[in-house]
């Protein structure tokens, strides 16, 4: 063969292609600092056309590599999109990897599953552990103080504010403290008849006590202050008093309390409430059966407790008032409560006496002496009534 056949004879376009992806290749392989190609092993080796099927048998490293590499040559996709290993792949199940089908690690085990397990004081299954038993949901034994109600063991629990001696709390034995129904008179009530409150019945001469633990009646009390008579500044600064002396002794209703007093300018008659209920002492004692039974009867009991619960019977009181609630006939009122000089006189009561000393009782309670008694120098000192509308 002449060597002009060997110059003209041309590579079929195959393996043209083939050399020049070889070329390509030997060409980045130098520039990555690879050695160089051996050309005739290259060109006998199989080529991809970029149509046959990715080959799967690659170690992992080499898909890394033409990702590095391939990035100015436009390669990446084809080798990155096909169905073949990556390196975020692995096959071997060693420790640090996973693989499909690994077993999850089983649960650890919980409160409820009737066993008892570290860091719990007891179990008995989901099904009876109870806030209300004695053990809880959380598996904690039920204790006094833990803000939840053993069921046939505590009547109450509120947790830190358990105290043995605030009225309406929960003792620190989980136990009821004192309370409105305990049938125990404490605290702010008037009155406590345990499971009659609120029934109407009540005990004898007395009146009946409600759910809140507070008379079905108005109450009076004598007043535990002692005033001259121009101390107590006219039947509005009376009423005042009355007021004030209501507050200091817990009672609900003290803003509606007023005097039973009398001047040119009021007198309980037009100015108080005709009560239709029973009028009560602060003791508990009732005095009238309403407004009419007061101003026609009087107080048959007397009108000697004071506000504190204090009895002081044969006490003189100030009241200028009649038994009708008018002013008296005689309108002696320390010159409207104004003065207190021995000179002025002014009409006072007397808050009751002893019913043993019967001549007294009768005189007292027919002559009506708890309202109008006798007269007596404004420099005295003598207290007042203070009756609740």
Known sequence: MSSRGLMTRSHPPLISLSLSLLTIACHSGSDAGGGPVDLETASSSPTSTGTDPPTTGLPTTSATSSTSTGASLGTTST?????????????DNEPGTSSIGTTEPAPSASCGD???????????????????????????????????????????????????SVYGGCSTQCTYGPRCGDSKLQGPEECDLGLDNGTGEFLPNSVPCTN??????????????AYTGGEIEGSEKAHEKC??????????????FKAWI????????????????????????????????????????????????????????WTGTAASGTLAPNTLTCQGWSKSSPGDKGNAGLS????????????????????????????????IYCFEQ
């Open 79 to 91: 080798s990155s999109s096909s169905g073949g290993s990556t390196g975020a792949e692995t096959t």
């Open 114 to 164: 009737a066993i008892l397990d570290p860091g719990e004081e007891c179990d008995l299954g989901a099904a009876e552990n109870d806030n209300h038993g004695a053990c809880t949901i959380e598996c904690k034994l039920a204790k006094c103080g833990d803000q939840l109600i053993w069921t046939g063991k505590e009547s109450c629990d509120n947790g830190s504010e358990n105290n043995d």
């Open 212 to 225: 809140t633990c507070r008379f079905a009646a108005k109450m009076i009390f004598l007043s535990s202050v």
């Open 243 to 256: 007021q004030a002396l209501a507050v200091t002794a817990g009672l609900d209703n003290a803003p509606n």
């Open 262 to 317: 009398s001047d040119a300018k009021f007198n309980p008659a037009s100015g108080f409430t005709h009560a239709i209920v029973p009028y009560v002492r602060r003791d508990g004692v009732r005095i009238a059966d309403d407004w009419n039974d007061l101003t026609l009867n009087g107080p048959d009991e007397g009108l000697h407790v004071t506000e504190k619960g204090l009895s002081l019977p044969g006490t003189y009181v």
């Open 352 to 383: 009751g006496v002893d019913k043993v000393q019967e001549q007294a009782w009768i005189q007292w309670n027919e002559k009506k002496q708890w309202t109008t008694y006798t007269a007596y120098g404004c420099d005295l000192p003598y207290r």
